[in-house]
């Protein structure tokens, strides 16, 4: 590896470790609303933001054209599955300690590996189904299933990490089809097409000391989004896939700094199982493509 391209890998790893302490910090913001607000608005909110932001950029970098998808039948089911995975993720935040909802969701890796064979006509080997297996007995571990009301944060959680899993395997159907940002475009602006009859329903005045709050976690969201999608233009999707891992440690941070919530052993356990199994799906996901 040259000297050259040794900085470029550098770059696309501190972007990328970048975009995960964002969207950390993105959700620690949802959190401090303290659920006033329905995710069908914060996820509107969202979604309204990054379509101004980078609508202009893929008209201007790929024409005018680019703004109509070649799938929509696809591009549709792709934006329900991202924005309501992320709508049920700032539900269960509001609801549990934001490093253990962040473990959770990271089953998404291992449903995309279990929905590969049928959606994407993939042969899955034995050893990545059996660190699919080891991933679900971690999720198990965190969520100590109980059947009682208690659990709801939790089982929130892991169906939010089941639809980013279905938003991950359409991700890779529609790979080609259309540049990585022209298509986080459409899902952001399908997204707001999709949740805009839903709005009135659930709107709620904005508090006067929420709007900084609410500016900062649209543009929080949009820059962490833009340096997602530049990291792996400079780095190697091998090397920066399991990277994706530190969003937990950085919610974990962030759970401890402004909610003084710190995961138990047993969920720390089931933490460690679930980053281990995604890492090892990462790197044979990477190797195979």
Known sequence: MTPMSQQRQ???????????????????????MDGHYSPVVVMWAQMGFASLFFAPVITVKYGPRSLWPQNPFLQI???????????????????????????????????????????????????????????????????????????????IAFGAGI??????????????KAPPLVNQTYSAVIGVLLLTPFIFSVWVPLRPGDITLVLGFCAIAAL???????????GEASILAPLT????????????LFFNNFPDTTSVVGIIIVIASAIYIAIRETRVR
Request: include cysteine; charged fraction near 10%.
């Open 10 to 32: 550098l770059l696309g790893i501190l972007l990328l470790v970048l975009a995960m302490a964002l969207f950390s910090f993105k959700d620690a913001l949802v959190k401090m």
């Open 77 to 155: 089911m792709r934006a329900i599955s991202v924005i309501t995975g992320i709508g049920m993720f700032y539900w269960s935040i509001s609801l549990i300690p934001l490093a253990e909802a962040t473990a959770i969701t990271f089953v998404a890796p291992l449903v995309t590996t279990s929905l590969s064979p049928l959606m994407l006509g993939e042969k899955i080997g034995l050893r990545r189904w059996i660190a699919v297996l080891v991933g679900f007995g971690g999720i198990l571990i965190v969520l100590r299933p109980e059947f009682s009301g208690d659990r709801l944060g939790y089982l």
């Open 245 to 256: 891992l530190s969003q937990i440690v950085f919610a974990t941070l962030f759970g401890y």
């Open 163 to 176: 639809m980013i899993g279905v938003f991950y395997t359409f991700n890779r159907l529609l790979a080609g």
């Open 224 to 234: 962490g989004q833009t340096c997602l999608f530049t990291s792996f233009l400079h």
